[in-house]
């Protein structure tokens, strides 16, 4: 009963619904921030430097992903256990571990990177991005550090605010190096974008490891009588779940990306990378996202004093199931009313053009209904390779029908793009890509 009641004081209600209300607002500062600088980025570079940095975003997530080696994972599990169940110095000790073993990892996997990098632009067909490559190494050696100072570290200890505060300055920096940059010019370069974002992220993470001295100075509310964890134990864990991280990401946006690098050339790339990103934006913001973020201190009040996931993580997979469905069927009834309007236009459009099939009929200018059909579908489309011709005195009529043609299919893009925007209000709001 002791222990429950000590655990409580790292974990009880009261610090639940504030972390809950710090996320909320974390979420709501930081979405429309993130948000402008992806606009910002995705308007003002080109299509070849747009394609380059959707591949070094690809490339970062990845490499955070595959390097992990199972350290988040036993850090989420086991930080709340040292912090309530574990004496003082062994929960310190514990935490210096897990940030000096990430922190190796990251080591390693940028030195790697730094000596092959000739080797994989090459692998992909573009020398040119070497240098590009070589400087966004030191913005992924400090994102992926504090991502998993905020994600592995603040948030297992329920902080928060210390984690949503981060986030809102890296992000409040970067936005704010970009406009600087970009003030009094037409256009961004890669490496405006590459040296905006190293000085957010590495002040960020500065930050970060000074919140992070600060926490390890409080008292960790521990009872000491419950042993440390083996190493070969949380060996095991983090190999296991490691397993299971590299298997989903076969399927992963940053591998997606990765592979249309071979496959699709720079303008296709950058498109089908604004693509990517914009769903991944999306997708963070979904409403099963959002409860997960407001579920994850519970989980992790629950896991101290039970141990259980079970049940709450097969309730959490519901979730994202049922969320993606609702996302998929808003997705289908977008494409079935833009396809049901393009498929009505069309109707329209071959209508008019029987109205004029039935003109050149009533006249006498064609001999035959196919004929006069054919005729007039090529007139109106501007087609222009149909082996019928008009008597000359019916010429001047043919010109009108396609002056009427290129009158109605004006018309009718304006229409659908008006339709698109109310549908879809955000595509109004995104510029046409640069050359």
């Known amino acids: 009963m002791a222990r429950r009641d000590e655990s409580?004081?790292?974990?009880?209600?009261?610090r639940l619904r504030r972390s809950g209300v710090v996320f909320l607002v974390g979420k709501v500062l930081t979405a429309p921030i993130n948000f402008s600088i992806f606009l910002l980025i995705a308007a003002h570079l080109s299509?070849?430097?747009?394609a380059l940095y959707a591949w070094l975003i690809a490339l970062g997530g990845l490499s955070g992903q595959l390097s992990y080696c199972g350290v988040n994972w036993v850090a989420l599990h086991y930080v709340p256990y040292y912090r309530t169940?574990?004496?003082?110095?062994?929960?310190?000790?514990?935490?210096?571990?897990?940030?000096?073993?990430?922190?190796?990892l990251i080591g390693v996997l940028i030195v790697a990177y730094f000596v092959t990098a000739p080797h994989l632009v090459a692998a992909f067909g573009y020398a040119i991005w070497l240098f590009p490559l070589r400087l966004y190494l030191a913005v992924m050696a400090a994102e992926l550090g504090v991502e998993f100072l905020r994600s592995s570290i603040f948030e297992p200890l329920l902080e928060q605010g210390v984690s949503q505060g981060n986030v809102l300055l890296q992000h409040t920096v970067f936005l704010t190096g970009l406009l600087l940059l970009w003030s009094g010019r037409s256009s961004l370069s890669i490496e405006d974008?590459?040296?905006?974002?190293a000085a957010a992220v590495w002040l960020a993470l500065l930050v970060a490891l000074g919140q992070l001295g600060y926490l390890l100075r409080q008292p960790a509310a521990a009872v000491p009588g419950e042993p440390p964890i083996r190493a070969r134990v949380l060996l095991g864990f983090a190999l296991d779940n490691y397993v299971q991280?590299?298997?989903?990401?076969?399927?992963?946006?940053?591998?997606?990306?990765?592979l249309a690098s071979r496959l699709l050339d720079l303008p296709a790339l950058a498109t089908f990378g604004f693509a990517q990103?914009?769903?991944g934006f999306v997708d963070r913001f979904l409403p099963a996202q959002l409860f997960l973020g407001l579920l994850r201190p519970r989980v992790i009040a629950t896991y101290v004093d039970d141990r259980s996931f079970g049940d709450l993580q097969r309730r959490i997979g519901l979730i994202l199931k049922i969320s993606s469905c609702a996302l998929a069927v808003a997705t289908a009834l977008l494409v079935a009313v833009v396809a049901a309007a393009a498929l009505m236009v069309t109707v329209l459009l071959a209508f008019e053009g029987a109205v004029w099939a039935a003109a050149y009929r009533v006249l006498g200018a064609l001999p035959d209904n196919r004929s006069a059909m054919l005729y007039s579908l090529s007139a109106i489309t501007s087609y222009g390779h149909a082996n019928v011709f008009l008597d000359p005195h019916w010429e001047?009529?043919?010109?009108l029908e396609a002056l009427n043609g290129m009158i109605l299919f004006g018309l009718t893009t304006a229409f659908l793009f008006a339709m698109i925007q109310q549908i879809w209000p955000l595509g109004s709001r995104v510029?046409?890509?640069?050359d």
């Not at 409580?8 to 009261?14: D, H, K, L, R, T």
């Not at 299509?47 to 747009?50: L, S």
Request: proline share 5%.
């Open 85 to 104: 169940r574990v004496g003082e110095r062994s929960y310190r000790l514990f935490l210096l571990g897990l940030v000096a073993v990430r922190f190796a």
């Open 396 to 399: 001047m009529m043919g010109a």
């Open 193 to 197: 974008v590459i040296y905006a974002k």
């Open 245 to 258: 991280d590299v298997m989903r990401l076969t399927s992963s946006g940053p591998s997606m990306t990765m």
């Open 8 to 14: 409580a004081q790292g974990y009880s209600i009261p």
């Open 431 to 434: 510029h046409g890509w640069r």
């Open 47 to 50: 299509k070849p430097e747009f």
């Open 277 to 279: 990103n914009l769903t």
